[in-house]
Protein backbone atom coordinates (compact mmCIF):
# COMPACT_ATOMS: atom_id res chain seq x y z
CA UNK A 1 0.00 0.00 0.00
CA UNK A 2 1.17 3.62 -0.53
CA UNK A 3 2.57 6.15 1.39
CA UNK A 4 -0.18 8.39 1.01
CA UNK A 5 -3.13 5.74 1.74
CA UNK A 6 -1.39 4.87 4.88
CA UNK A 7 -1.38 8.55 5.98
CA UNK A 8 -5.43 8.05 6.12
CA UNK A 9 -7.22 7.46 9.34
CA UNK A 10 -9.48 4.18 9.30
CA UNK A 11 -12.12 3.78 11.49
CA UNK A 12 -13.88 0.92 13.02
CA UNK A 13 -17.11 -0.84 14.89
CA UNK A 14 -15.85 -4.00 16.79
CA UNK A 15 -19.07 -4.75 17.72
CA UNK A 16 -19.83 -5.59 14.07
CA UNK A 17 -19.31 -9.46 14.07
CA UNK A 18 -17.41 -9.55 10.92
CA UNK A 19 -15.12 -6.60 12.64
CA UNK A 20 -12.18 -8.99 14.43
CA UNK A 21 -9.74 -6.83 16.83
CA UNK A 22 -6.84 -9.13 16.45
CA UNK A 23 -7.04 -9.88 13.14
CA UNK A 24 -7.52 -5.91 12.23
CA UNK A 25 -4.92 -5.06 13.73
CA UNK A 26 -2.65 -7.69 11.95
CA UNK A 27 -3.59 -6.56 8.43
CA UNK A 28 -2.89 -2.97 9.36
CA UNK A 29 0.68 -4.33 10.72
CA UNK A 30 0.96 -6.17 7.15
CA UNK A 31 -0.32 -2.70 5.47
CA UNK A 32 2.09 -0.60 7.35
CA UNK A 33 -0.34 1.71 8.77
CA UNK A 34 1.37 1.64 11.78
CA UNK A 35 4.61 2.34 10.68
CA UNK A 36 4.94 5.65 11.49
CA UNK A 37 3.85 5.22 15.37
CA UNK A 38 6.28 2.46 15.63
CA UNK A 39 9.15 4.23 14.60
CA UNK A 40 7.82 7.59 16.49
CA UNK A 41 7.04 6.36 19.94
CA UNK A 42 9.00 4.36 21.78
CA UNK A 43 7.14 5.05 24.89
CA UNK A 44 6.07 2.71 27.74
CA UNK A 45 2.44 2.96 26.98
CA UNK A 46 2.99 2.82 22.63
CA UNK A 47 5.57 -0.96 23.44
CA UNK A 48 3.06 -2.24 25.69
CA UNK A 49 0.45 -1.28 23.06
CA UNK A 50 2.21 -2.94 20.32
CA UNK A 51 3.32 -6.16 22.84
CA UNK A 52 -0.54 -6.54 23.86
CA UNK A 53 -1.97 -6.60 19.95
CA UNK A 54 0.76 -8.57 18.74
CA UNK A 55 0.47 -11.22 21.56
CA UNK A 56 3.69 -11.21 23.26
CA UNK A 57 1.96 -10.11 26.30
CA UNK A 58 -1.38 -12.03 27.10
CA UNK A 59 -4.09 -9.18 28.48
CA UNK A 60 -7.65 -9.21 28.72
CA UNK A 61 -10.02 -8.26 25.91
CA UNK A 62 -10.33 -4.52 26.83
CA UNK A 63 -6.64 -4.08 27.62
CA UNK A 64 -6.45 -5.24 23.89
CA UNK A 65 -9.16 -2.13 23.01
CA UNK A 66 -7.62 0.30 25.01
CA UNK A 67 -4.01 -0.56 23.24
CA UNK A 68 -5.56 -0.12 19.58
CA UNK A 69 -7.55 3.00 20.43
CA UNK A 70 -4.29 4.35 21.76
CA UNK A 71 -2.02 3.84 18.79
CA UNK A 72 -5.18 4.32 16.36
CA UNK A 73 -5.29 8.05 18.21
CA UNK A 74 -1.55 8.16 17.89
CA UNK A 75 -2.48 8.01 13.87
CA UNK A 76 -5.43 10.73 14.04
CA UNK A 77 -3.16 13.11 15.91
CA UNK A 78 -0.56 13.03 13.32
CA UNK A 79 -3.17 12.65 10.53
CA UNK A 80 -6.12 14.27 11.34
CA UNK A 81 -6.09 17.39 11.74
CA UNK A 82 -9.46 18.33 13.05
CA UNK A 83 -8.21 15.42 16.09
CA UNK A 84 -8.02 17.80 19.10
CA UNK A 85 -5.96 15.94 21.10
CA UNK A 86 -2.00 15.12 21.01
CA UNK A 87 0.58 13.07 22.63
CA UNK A 88 2.80 14.70 24.74
CA UNK A 89 6.54 12.39 25.54
CA UNK A 90 7.85 15.08 27.62
CA UNK A 91 4.61 14.64 29.88
CA UNK A 92 5.15 11.32 30.01
CA UNK A 93 9.02 11.41 30.90
CA UNK A 94 7.82 14.19 33.69
CA UNK A 95 5.80 11.24 35.61
CA UNK A 96 7.90 8.37 34.91
CA UNK A 97 10.84 10.60 36.27
CA UNK A 98 8.51 11.39 39.55
CA UNK A 99 7.98 7.87 39.52
CA UNK A 100 11.68 6.59 39.89
CA UNK A 101 11.65 8.99 43.06
CA UNK A 102 8.05 8.33 44.84
CA UNK A 103 8.26 5.99 47.60
CA UNK A 104 5.93 2.38 47.65
CA UNK A 105 5.01 2.44 51.21
CA UNK A 106 5.55 -1.35 51.69
CA UNK A 107 9.02 -1.49 51.05
CA UNK A 108 9.62 2.73 51.78
CA UNK A 109 11.64 3.04 49.57
CA UNK A 110 10.68 3.45 45.20
CA UNK A 111 10.29 0.55 43.30
CA UNK A 112 10.91 0.02 39.11
CA UNK A 113 7.24 -0.20 37.63
CA UNK A 114 6.57 -2.57 35.38
CA UNK A 115 5.93 -2.03 32.05
CA UNK A 116 1.67 -1.91 32.28
CA UNK A 117 2.01 0.78 35.26
CA UNK A 118 4.38 2.81 33.37
CA UNK A 119 1.86 2.75 30.53
CA UNK A 120 -1.26 3.90 32.80
CA UNK A 121 0.78 6.58 34.04
CA UNK A 122 2.09 7.84 30.65
CA UNK A 123 -1.94 7.28 28.82
CA UNK A 124 -3.51 9.39 32.23
CA UNK A 125 -0.24 12.21 31.99
CA UNK A 126 0.95 11.97 27.89
CA UNK A 127 -2.60 12.52 25.94
CA UNK A 128 -3.17 16.18 26.15
CA UNK A 129 -5.08 18.55 24.19
CA UNK A 130 -3.73 20.47 20.86
CA UNK A 131 -5.20 23.95 22.01
CA UNK A 132 -3.50 24.36 25.09
CA UNK A 133 -1.95 21.39 26.56
CA UNK A 134 -4.39 20.46 29.17
CA UNK A 135 -4.99 16.64 30.27
CA UNK A 136 -6.93 14.80 27.67
CA UNK A 137 -8.45 12.19 30.23
CA UNK A 138 -11.14 14.07 32.56
CA UNK A 139 -12.33 10.45 33.47
CA UNK A 140 -10.20 7.47 34.42
CA UNK A 141 -11.19 3.89 35.34
CA UNK A 142 -8.66 1.74 36.50
CA UNK A 143 -9.60 -1.81 37.32
CA UNK A 144 -6.93 -4.72 38.42
CA UNK A 145 -7.44 -7.72 40.75
CA UNK A 146 -6.28 -7.27 44.66
CA UNK A 147 -3.07 -7.25 45.56
CA UNK A 148 -1.33 -6.12 42.17
CA UNK A 149 -0.59 -2.35 42.91
CA UNK A 150 -3.18 -0.16 42.67
CA UNK A 151 -2.48 1.90 46.06
CA UNK A 152 0.99 2.68 44.64
CA UNK A 153 -0.17 4.24 41.12
CA UNK A 154 -2.82 6.19 42.84
CA UNK A 155 -0.06 7.92 45.36
CA UNK A 156 2.33 8.72 42.61
CA UNK A 157 -0.58 10.82 40.70
CA UNK A 158 -1.97 12.45 43.49
CA UNK A 159 1.51 13.55 44.99
CA UNK A 160 2.81 14.39 41.61
CA UNK A 161 -0.43 16.62 40.77
CA UNK A 162 -0.16 18.33 44.01
CA UNK A 163 3.78 18.64 44.68
CA UNK A 164 4.75 18.83 41.08
CA UNK A 165 1.70 19.63 37.96
CA UNK A 166 -0.23 21.77 40.12
CA UNK A 167 2.58 23.13 42.41
CA UNK A 168 1.72 27.00 41.43
CA UNK A 169 -2.10 26.47 41.89
CA UNK A 170 -3.83 28.47 44.21
CA UNK A 171 -6.68 27.09 46.17
CA UNK A 172 -7.44 24.16 44.86
CA UNK A 173 -9.31 21.05 46.47
CA UNK A 174 -8.04 17.47 45.74
CA UNK A 175 -9.90 14.30 46.96
CA UNK A 176 -8.97 10.94 48.26
CA UNK A 177 -12.55 9.30 48.47
CA UNK A 178 -12.99 5.64 49.89
CA UNK A 179 -16.49 4.00 50.43
CA UNK A 180 -16.83 4.13 54.32
CA UNK A 181 -14.50 5.47 57.14
CA UNK A 182 -12.19 2.51 57.89
CA UNK A 183 -11.44 1.85 54.39
CA UNK A 184 -10.64 5.64 54.05
CA UNK A 185 -8.40 5.43 56.89
CA UNK A 186 -6.19 2.58 55.83
CA UNK A 187 -5.88 4.69 51.88
CA UNK A 188 -5.12 7.45 53.45
CA UNK A 189 -2.45 5.95 55.97
CA UNK A 190 -0.28 4.99 52.84
CA UNK A 191 -0.85 9.00 51.45
CA UNK A 192 0.04 10.33 54.51
CA UNK A 193 2.57 7.86 54.95
CA UNK A 194 3.70 8.41 50.74
CA UNK A 195 4.09 12.54 51.97
CA UNK A 196 6.44 11.86 54.66
CA UNK A 197 8.89 9.69 52.74
CA UNK A 198 9.00 12.30 50.52
CA UNK A 199 9.77 15.00 53.20
CA UNK A 200 12.52 13.26 54.14
CA UNK A 201 13.96 12.30 50.18
CA UNK A 202 17.05 14.55 48.84
CA UNK A 203 15.45 16.32 46.06
CA UNK A 204 11.94 16.85 47.64
CA UNK A 205 12.50 17.80 51.25
CA UNK A 206 13.02 21.19 50.08
CA UNK A 207 10.40 21.25 48.03
CA UNK A 208 8.19 20.31 50.32
CA UNK A 209 9.62 22.36 53.33
CA UNK A 210 9.78 25.72 50.89
CA UNK A 211 5.76 24.53 50.25
CA UNK A 212 5.06 24.75 53.63
CA UNK A 213 3.35 21.24 53.43
CA UNK A 214 1.44 19.84 56.43
CA UNK A 215 -0.09 16.65 56.96
CA UNK A 216 -2.56 15.02 59.50
CA UNK A 217 -5.65 12.42 59.79
CA UNK A 218 -7.47 14.30 57.73
CA UNK A 219 -5.72 16.44 55.15
CA UNK A 220 -2.66 17.60 53.24
CA UNK A 221 -2.20 21.44 53.39
CA UNK A 222 0.00 23.53 51.28
CA UNK A 223 0.42 26.51 53.36
CA UNK A 224 1.64 28.25 50.63
CA UNK A 225 -1.13 28.15 48.08
CA UNK A 226 -3.82 27.46 50.89
CA UNK A 227 -4.53 24.22 48.63
CA UNK A 228 -5.80 21.04 50.46
CA UNK A 229 -6.20 17.46 49.61
CA UNK A 230 -9.42 16.36 51.87
CA UNK A 231 -9.63 12.76 53.18
CA UNK A 232 -13.75 12.13 52.80
CA UNK A 233 -16.46 9.31 52.08
CA UNK A 234 -18.90 8.32 49.96
CA UNK A 235 -21.58 8.14 52.87
CA UNK A 236 -20.40 11.79 53.74
CA UNK A 237 -22.35 14.03 51.95
CA UNK A 238 -19.69 16.32 51.65
CA UNK A 239 -18.43 16.52 48.04
CA UNK A 240 -20.92 19.39 47.14
CA UNK A 241 -18.84 21.83 49.18
CA UNK A 242 -15.68 21.53 46.74
CA UNK A 243 -14.79 21.58 42.94
CA UNK A 244 -11.42 19.20 43.25
CA UNK A 245 -8.64 19.18 40.95
CA UNK A 246 -7.64 16.00 40.86
CA UNK A 247 -10.33 13.34 42.71
CA UNK A 248 -9.14 9.91 43.46
CA UNK A 249 -12.32 7.71 44.23
CA UNK A 250 -10.80 4.30 45.95
CA UNK A 251 -12.65 1.07 45.46
CA UNK A 252 -15.47 2.77 43.25
CA UNK A 253 -17.01 -0.92 42.93
CA UNK A 254 -18.02 -0.86 46.61
CA UNK A 255 -22.15 0.06 46.45
CA UNK A 256 -22.17 3.06 48.83
CA UNK A 257 -21.06 4.33 45.23
CA UNK A 258 -24.71 4.08 44.22
CA UNK A 259 -25.78 6.96 46.40
CA UNK A 260 -24.95 9.17 43.76
CA UNK A 261 -21.46 10.19 45.00
CA UNK A 262 -19.72 10.53 41.64
CA UNK A 263 -22.30 12.56 40.02
CA UNK A 264 -21.59 15.09 43.19
CA UNK A 265 -17.85 14.61 42.79
CA UNK A 266 -17.84 15.36 38.88
CA UNK A 267 -20.14 18.30 38.94
CA UNK A 268 -18.08 20.56 40.93
CA UNK A 269 -15.04 20.02 38.12
CA UNK A 270 -17.13 21.56 35.28
CA UNK A 271 -15.68 25.03 35.68
CA UNK A 272 -12.28 23.37 36.22
CA UNK A 273 -8.79 23.25 34.15
CA UNK A 274 -6.65 20.66 33.84
CA UNK A 275 -9.28 18.68 36.03
CA UNK A 276 -9.89 15.03 36.20
CA UNK A 277 -11.64 12.37 38.27
CA UNK A 278 -9.49 8.95 38.92
CA UNK A 279 -11.61 5.78 39.72
CA UNK A 280 -9.93 2.86 40.64
CA UNK A 281 -11.10 -0.73 41.88
CA UNK A 282 -11.45 -4.26 41.64
CA UNK A 283 -15.09 -5.71 40.61
CA UNK A 284 -17.61 -5.98 43.44
CA UNK A 285 -19.55 -8.85 44.06
CA UNK A 286 -23.12 -6.80 42.80
CA UNK A 287 -22.95 -5.53 39.53
CA UNK A 288 -25.53 -3.28 40.25
CA UNK A 289 -23.41 -0.46 40.88
CA UNK A 290 -22.14 2.68 39.16
CA UNK A 291 -19.00 0.92 38.14
CA UNK A 292 -19.91 -1.95 36.47
CA UNK A 293 -21.90 0.37 34.19
CA UNK A 294 -19.60 2.57 33.82
CA UNK A 295 -17.13 0.07 32.45
CA UNK A 296 -19.84 -1.82 30.49
CA UNK A 297 -20.70 1.40 28.64
CA UNK A 298 -16.84 2.57 28.33
CA UNK A 299 -16.10 -1.05 26.97
CA UNK A 300 -18.88 0.19 24.45
CA UNK A 301 -17.07 3.17 23.30
CA UNK A 302 -13.94 1.50 22.68
CA UNK A 303 -15.10 -0.88 20.47
CA UNK A 304 -16.73 1.83 18.34
CA UNK A 305 -13.25 3.45 16.92
CA UNK A 306 -15.57 4.98 14.36
CA UNK A 307 -16.84 7.06 16.90
CA UNK A 308 -16.04 10.05 19.42
CA UNK A 309 -18.12 9.32 22.03
CA UNK A 310 -16.71 10.09 25.70
CA UNK A 311 -13.15 10.94 23.43
CA UNK A 312 -12.18 12.02 27.55
CA UNK A 313 -12.64 9.20 29.33
CA UNK A 314 -9.69 6.55 29.76
CA UNK A 315 -10.52 2.65 30.67
CA UNK A 316 -8.30 0.31 31.77
CA UNK A 317 -9.37 -2.88 32.90
CA UNK A 318 -7.05 -6.38 33.55
CA UNK A 319 -9.62 -9.23 33.76
CA UNK A 320 -10.58 -12.21 33.13
CA UNK A 321 -12.43 -13.02 29.82
CA UNK A 322 -14.29 -16.08 30.76
CA UNK A 323 -15.40 -18.06 33.47
CA UNK A 324 -13.66 -21.13 32.53
CA UNK A 325 -10.12 -19.53 32.74
CA UNK A 326 -10.67 -20.55 36.42
CA UNK A 327 -9.30 -23.36 35.71
CA UNK A 328 -6.07 -21.79 33.68
CA UNK A 329 -4.01 -20.68 35.85
CA UNK A 330 -1.48 -19.60 32.50
CA UNK A 331 -4.43 -16.78 32.19
CA UNK A 332 -4.44 -15.74 34.89
CA UNK A 333 -1.79 -12.38 34.32
CA UNK A 334 -4.74 -10.90 32.45
CA UNK A 335 -6.65 -9.67 35.71
CA UNK A 336 -2.94 -10.31 38.04
CA UNK A 337 -0.64 -8.63 35.75
CA UNK A 338 1.89 -8.84 38.60
CA UNK A 339 2.41 -12.53 37.63
CA UNK A 340 4.74 -11.12 34.76
CA UNK A 341 7.34 -9.92 37.19
CA UNK A 342 9.52 -13.02 38.22
CA UNK A 343 10.23 -11.43 41.69
CA UNK A 344 6.45 -11.62 42.61
CA UNK A 345 5.53 -15.13 40.62
CA UNK A 346 5.91 -17.97 42.33
CA UNK A 347 4.59 -15.95 45.51
CA UNK A 348 1.88 -14.81 43.92
CA UNK A 349 1.28 -17.45 41.97
CA UNK A 350 1.20 -20.19 44.68
CA UNK A 351 -1.46 -17.95 46.77
CA UNK A 352 -3.86 -17.75 44.01
CA UNK A 353 -3.57 -21.64 43.34
CA UNK A 354 -4.19 -21.54 47.20
CA UNK A 355 -6.94 -19.36 47.07
CA UNK A 356 -8.88 -21.24 44.70
CA UNK A 357 -8.60 -25.00 46.22
CA UNK A 358 -9.63 -23.41 49.34
CA UNK A 359 -12.81 -21.58 47.73
CA UNK A 360 -13.72 -24.72 46.03
CA UNK A 361 -13.30 -26.98 48.34
CA UNK A 362 -15.66 -24.19 50.78
CA UNK A 363 -18.42 -24.31 47.91
CA UNK A 364 -18.43 -20.69 47.03
CA UNK A 365 -15.19 -20.77 44.23
CA UNK A 366 -17.03 -17.15 43.14
CA UNK A 367 -15.52 -15.28 45.25
CA UNK A 368 -11.95 -16.30 43.86
CA UNK A 369 -13.36 -15.60 40.64
CA UNK A 370 -14.63 -12.29 41.79
CA UNK A 371 -11.80 -11.09 44.07
CA UNK A 372 -8.77 -12.56 42.97
CA UNK A 373 -9.73 -12.88 38.64
CA UNK A 374 -11.29 -9.10 38.57
CA UNK A 375 -14.67 -10.50 37.48
CA UNK A 376 -18.18 -9.27 37.89
CA UNK A 377 -20.35 -11.63 39.38
CA UNK A 378 -23.83 -12.45 40.69
CA UNK A 379 -21.70 -14.18 43.16
CA UNK A 380 -24.42 -14.91 45.87
CA UNK A 381 -24.74 -18.70 46.00
CA UNK A 382 -28.21 -18.81 45.59
CA UNK A 383 -28.72 -16.05 42.70
CA UNK A 384 -30.86 -17.16 40.24
CA UNK A 385 -28.57 -16.39 37.11
CA UNK A 386 -25.36 -15.65 36.47
CA UNK A 387 -24.09 -12.06 35.04
CA UNK A 388 -21.98 -13.56 32.02
CA UNK A 389 -25.49 -15.14 31.08
CA UNK A 390 -27.37 -12.28 31.29
CA UNK A 391 -24.71 -10.23 29.43
CA UNK A 392 -24.41 -12.57 26.72
CA UNK A 393 -28.44 -12.35 25.50
CA UNK A 394 -27.97 -8.68 24.63
CA UNK A 395 -29.28 -8.11 21.08
CA UNK A 396 -29.01 -4.87 19.03
CA UNK A 397 -32.62 -4.91 18.08
CA UNK A 398 -35.47 -7.29 17.28
CA UNK A 399 -38.62 -7.45 14.84
CA UNK A 400 -41.58 -7.82 17.05
CA UNK A 401 -43.90 -7.00 13.90
CA UNK A 402 -47.20 -9.53 13.27
CA UNK A 403 -45.60 -12.02 15.64
CA UNK A 404 -47.18 -14.36 18.77
CA UNK A 405 -46.40 -13.52 22.00
CA UNK A 406 -47.18 -13.60 25.70
CA UNK A 407 -47.69 -11.07 27.85
CA UNK A 408 -46.90 -11.64 31.91
CA UNK A 409 -47.91 -9.12 33.79
CA UNK A 410 -47.29 -8.01 37.80
CA UNK A 411 -49.23 -5.28 39.44
CA UNK A 412 -47.59 -2.88 41.81
CA UNK A 413 -47.31 -3.78 45.70
CA UNK A 414 -46.29 -0.19 47.88
CA UNK A 415 -43.34 1.16 45.75
CA UNK A 416 -42.43 -1.60 43.55
CA UNK A 417 -43.20 -1.28 40.07
CA UNK A 418 -45.74 -2.40 37.47
CA UNK A 419 -44.44 -4.55 35.32
CA UNK A 420 -45.48 -5.92 31.44
CA UNK A 421 -43.13 -8.28 30.08
CA UNK A 422 -43.91 -9.58 26.30
CA UNK A 423 -42.48 -12.89 25.84
CA UNK A 424 -41.87 -14.09 21.78
CA UNK A 425 -40.96 -17.64 21.15
CA UNK A 426 -39.33 -18.10 17.62
CA UNK A 427 -36.80 -20.72 16.29
CA UNK A 428 -33.45 -19.70 15.34
CA UNK A 429 -31.76 -22.70 12.88
CA UNK A 430 -34.08 -24.92 14.71
CA UNK A 431 -33.23 -23.70 18.43
CA UNK A 432 -35.74 -23.02 20.26
CA UNK A 433 -35.65 -19.19 21.72
CA UNK A 434 -37.20 -16.72 23.37
CA UNK A 435 -37.07 -12.58 23.02
CA UNK A 436 -37.87 -11.13 25.87
CA UNK A 437 -39.26 -7.04 26.32
CA UNK A 438 -40.34 -5.43 28.89
CA UNK A 439 -42.08 -1.93 30.12
CA UNK A 440 -42.27 -0.78 33.74
CA UNK A 441 -44.49 2.07 35.74
CA UNK A 442 -42.28 4.19 37.84
CA UNK A 443 -44.54 5.16 40.98
CA UNK A 444 -42.86 8.30 43.15
CA UNK A 445 -45.23 8.17 45.53
CA UNK A 446 -42.86 6.50 48.53
CA UNK A 447 -39.91 8.52 47.40
CA UNK A 448 -41.04 12.15 48.27
CA UNK A 449 -42.17 12.31 44.68
CA UNK A 450 -39.17 12.46 43.26
CA UNK A 451 -37.91 9.95 40.56
CA UNK A 452 -34.58 11.44 41.18
CA UNK A 453 -34.66 9.87 44.80
CA UNK A 454 -36.52 6.86 43.75
CA UNK A 455 -34.07 6.29 41.05
CA UNK A 456 -31.56 6.31 43.72
CA UNK A 457 -33.62 3.90 46.45
CA UNK A 458 -33.52 1.25 43.65
CA UNK A 459 -30.23 1.67 41.68
CA UNK A 460 -31.66 2.46 38.33
CA UNK A 461 -31.83 5.95 36.18
CA UNK A 462 -35.42 5.39 35.64
CA UNK A 463 -35.02 9.27 33.84
CA UNK A 464 -33.05 7.22 31.10
CA UNK A 465 -35.12 4.08 31.27
CA UNK A 466 -37.81 6.41 29.93
CA UNK A 467 -35.95 8.18 27.20
CA UNK A 468 -35.17 4.59 26.14
CA UNK A 469 -38.92 3.78 25.99
CA UNK A 470 -38.87 0.87 28.67
CA UNK A 471 -40.51 2.83 31.18
CA UNK A 472 -42.84 5.03 32.24
CA UNK A 473 -42.69 7.45 35.32
CA UNK A 474 -45.51 8.24 37.23
CA UNK A 475 -47.06 11.74 36.23
CA UNK A 476 -50.32 12.15 38.34
CA UNK A 477 -49.84 14.56 41.52
CA UNK A 478 -50.28 11.72 43.78
CA UNK A 479 -47.15 9.63 42.40
CA UNK A 480 -49.38 6.94 41.76
CA UNK A 481 -49.68 4.27 39.19
CA UNK A 482 -52.76 5.11 37.26
CA UNK A 483 -53.72 1.50 36.00
CA UNK A 484 -55.83 3.36 33.03
CA UNK A 485 -52.17 4.44 31.49
CA UNK A 486 -51.09 1.06 32.00
CA UNK A 487 -54.10 -0.42 30.35
CA UNK A 488 -53.95 1.87 27.71
CA UNK A 489 -49.91 1.47 27.04
CA UNK A 490 -50.74 -2.09 26.80
CA UNK A 491 -53.18 -2.04 24.02
CA UNK A 492 -51.52 1.01 21.94
CA UNK A 493 -48.16 -1.51 21.70
CA UNK A 494 -50.18 -4.44 20.92
CA UNK A 495 -51.70 -2.74 18.15
CA UNK A 496 -49.08 -0.84 16.93
CA UNK A 497 -46.87 -3.95 16.25
CA UNK A 498 -49.70 -6.29 15.29
CA UNK A 499 -49.01 -8.77 18.05
CA UNK A 500 -51.15 -11.83 18.08
CA UNK A 501 -51.04 -12.06 22.08
CA UNK A 502 -51.88 -15.92 22.54
CA UNK A 503 -52.20 -15.62 26.24
CA UNK A 504 -51.90 -12.96 29.10
CA UNK A 505 -50.98 -14.26 32.41
CA UNK A 506 -50.87 -12.47 35.67
CA UNK A 507 -51.04 -12.76 39.41
CA UNK A 508 -54.50 -12.22 40.36
CA UNK A 509 -53.98 -10.30 43.52
CA UNK A 510 -55.73 -7.07 43.41
CA UNK A 511 -55.74 -7.13 39.42
CA UNK A 512 -59.16 -7.33 38.96
CA UNK A 513 -60.23 -4.32 37.93
CA UNK A 514 -58.07 -3.93 35.48
CA UNK A 515 -57.94 -7.19 33.83
CA UNK A 516 -61.87 -7.12 33.70
CA UNK A 517 -61.07 -3.56 31.61
CA UNK A 518 -58.41 -5.07 29.36
CA UNK A 519 -60.76 -8.48 29.10
CA UNK A 520 -63.68 -6.25 27.48
CA UNK A 521 -60.90 -4.81 25.37
CA UNK A 522 -59.42 -8.07 24.14
CA UNK A 523 -62.06 -10.19 23.65
CA UNK A 524 -60.31 -12.84 21.97
CA UNK A 525 -57.03 -12.72 23.99
CA UNK A 526 -57.25 -15.72 26.91
CA UNK A 527 -56.16 -14.30 30.27
CA UNK A 528 -55.23 -16.77 32.57
CA UNK A 529 -54.27 -16.82 35.97
CA UNK A 530 -51.29 -18.07 37.53
CA UNK A 531 -50.78 -19.04 40.83
CA UNK A 532 -47.64 -17.12 43.07
CA UNK A 533 -46.80 -20.85 44.97
CA UNK A 534 -43.37 -22.69 44.50
CA UNK A 535 -45.41 -25.63 43.20
CA UNK A 536 -47.27 -23.65 40.18
CA UNK A 537 -44.00 -21.29 39.49
CA UNK A 538 -41.08 -24.17 39.80
CA UNK A 539 -41.54 -25.07 35.55
CA UNK A 540 -41.31 -21.76 34.13
CA UNK A 541 -39.14 -20.36 36.82
CA UNK A 542 -36.67 -23.43 35.94
CA UNK A 543 -37.07 -23.15 32.27
CA UNK A 544 -35.90 -19.77 31.99
CA UNK A 545 -32.86 -20.51 33.18
CA UNK A 546 -32.10 -23.07 31.36
CA UNK A 547 -32.61 -21.11 28.18
CA UNK A 548 -30.43 -18.34 29.66
CA UNK A 549 -27.89 -20.76 30.21
CA UNK A 550 -28.33 -21.90 27.12
CA UNK A 551 -27.75 -18.87 25.06
CA UNK A 552 -31.44 -18.84 23.63
CA UNK A 553 -33.00 -15.75 25.08
CA UNK A 554 -32.63 -12.60 23.90
CA UNK A 555 -33.04 -9.17 24.74
CA UNK A 556 -32.24 -5.35 24.45
CA UNK A 557 -29.87 -3.53 26.23
CA UNK A 558 -32.47 -2.71 28.90
CA UNK A 559 -30.87 -1.30 32.04
CA UNK A 560 -34.50 -1.83 33.98
CA UNK A 561 -34.66 -5.41 32.87
CA UNK A 562 -30.77 -6.39 33.56
CA UNK A 563 -30.99 -4.88 37.23
CA UNK A 564 -33.91 -7.00 37.72
CA UNK A 565 -32.37 -10.00 36.23
CA UNK A 566 -29.16 -9.67 38.63
CA UNK A 567 -31.15 -8.80 41.50
CA UNK A 568 -33.16 -12.22 41.49
CA UNK A 569 -32.04 -15.03 43.88
CA UNK A 570 -33.81 -18.19 44.24
CA UNK A 571 -36.04 -19.60 47.03
CA UNK A 572 -36.82 -23.02 47.85
CA UNK A 573 -39.02 -25.12 49.23
CA UNK A 574 -40.23 -29.06 49.09
CA UNK A 575 -42.32 -28.11 46.48
CA UNK A 576 -39.60 -26.23 44.12
CA UNK A 577 -38.28 -23.03 43.58
CA UNK A 578 -39.45 -19.54 42.94
CA UNK A 579 -37.81 -16.04 42.46
CA UNK A 580 -37.16 -14.32 45.42
CA UNK A 581 -35.12 -10.46 46.40
CA UNK A 582 -32.85 -10.33 49.04
CA UNK A 583 -33.46 -6.95 49.80
CA UNK A 584 -36.34 -4.92 50.22
CA UNK A 585 -35.14 -2.43 47.70
CA UNK A 586 -33.85 -4.81 45.18
CA UNK A 587 -36.39 -4.64 42.24
CA UNK A 588 -37.75 -8.20 40.61
CA UNK A 589 -41.36 -7.13 39.43
CA UNK A 590 -39.86 -7.99 35.56
CA UNK A 591 -38.52 -10.99 36.49
CA UNK A 592 -42.17 -11.83 38.40
CA UNK A 593 -43.72 -11.03 34.66
CA UNK A 594 -41.64 -12.48 32.23
CA UNK A 595 -41.69 -16.21 34.79
CA UNK A 596 -45.38 -15.48 34.33
CA UNK A 597 -45.60 -14.99 30.64
CA UNK A 598 -42.72 -17.99 30.31
CA UNK A 599 -45.18 -20.56 32.07
CA UNK A 600 -47.29 -20.37 29.09
CA UNK A 601 -44.99 -19.47 26.19
CA UNK A 602 -42.82 -22.51 26.95
CA UNK A 603 -45.07 -24.42 25.13
CA UNK A 604 -45.56 -22.68 21.88
CA UNK A 605 -43.19 -25.08 20.69
CA UNK A 606 -45.27 -28.28 21.23
CA UNK A 607 -48.84 -27.28 21.55
CA UNK A 608 -49.67 -23.20 20.14
CA UNK A 609 -53.11 -23.33 20.90
CA UNK A 610 -53.34 -24.65 24.57
CA UNK A 611 -54.87 -20.91 25.80
CA UNK A 612 -58.13 -21.79 23.58
CA UNK A 613 -59.91 -22.73 26.65
CA UNK A 614 -63.84 -21.58 27.19
CA UNK A 615 -63.11 -19.69 30.24
CA UNK A 616 -61.13 -16.64 29.01
CA UNK A 617 -61.92 -14.67 32.16
CA UNK A 618 -61.47 -16.72 35.39
CA UNK A 619 -62.02 -14.05 37.49
CA UNK A 620 -64.76 -11.89 35.72
CA UNK A 621 -67.20 -11.22 38.22
CA UNK A 622 -65.39 -12.17 41.05
CA UNK A 623 -65.64 -9.62 44.24
CA UNK A 624 -61.97 -8.65 45.17
CA UNK A 625 -62.67 -10.41 48.51
CA UNK A 626 -63.25 -13.73 46.67
CA UNK A 627 -60.10 -13.29 44.61
CA UNK A 628 -57.96 -12.05 47.44
CA UNK A 629 -59.18 -15.09 49.08
CA UNK A 630 -58.50 -17.76 46.18
CA UNK A 631 -54.60 -15.86 45.91
CA UNK A 632 -54.07 -16.09 49.96
CA UNK A 633 -54.86 -19.98 50.36
CA UNK A 634 -53.35 -20.77 47.16
CA UNK A 635 -49.85 -21.17 48.62
CA UNK A 636 -48.21 -24.43 48.92
CA UNK A 637 -45.87 -23.92 51.95
Known amino acids: MNSKNNRKVKEFDFTRRDTDLLQTFKTLMDEGYFNEIFEKYRDPATRYAFKVLTLKQVASYKIQLACFRHLNDLKRSICDHDFPFEYDLNDCHLILNFAKLCPDVSVNKPVPLMLWQQAILCLNQGWRTK ?8 YALISVARTNGKTYLTNILLA ?16 YSAPVDKQSIKGWRYIRQTFQQLSNTPGFKKLIKNQRIEVNDETVKNRKTFSNLQRLTANSGQFDAYHFLLAIVDEYGDPHYANGAMGKITSGQVQKVNHETLAISTAYDNPNCPMFRDEKRLTEVL ?10 SLLMVWEQDDIAETDRPE ?13 MRETLLNGLLDEKAHRSSSGDIYKFQNRNLNMWLATSANKYLRLDDIQQSIVSNFNFESRDCYVGFDLSRFNDDTAVAFVFPYTDDKDQRFF ?5 FVPTAHSQKSIVLKSQQDGIDYEAAEKQG ?4 SKNRFGEIDNEVVGQWYLDF ?3 HNLNVKAFIYDAHLAAPLIEWLSQQCPDVPFVTLRQGTLSLDPPTRELRKMFEMRRISMLDDPILQYSLINASLFENAYGVKVDKESRSAKIDVVDAIIDAISEAQYWFTNPERNEIDSKQPFAGWSQEKIDDYYKNDFSF
Open 131 to 138: SDNQKRFT
Open 160 to 175: YSFLIENAEEYNQDYL
Open 303 to 312: EKDNSREEDR
Open 331 to 343: TWVKSNPLLDLPS
Open 436 to 440: IYQHS
Open 470 to 473: FATI
Open 494 to 496: VRE
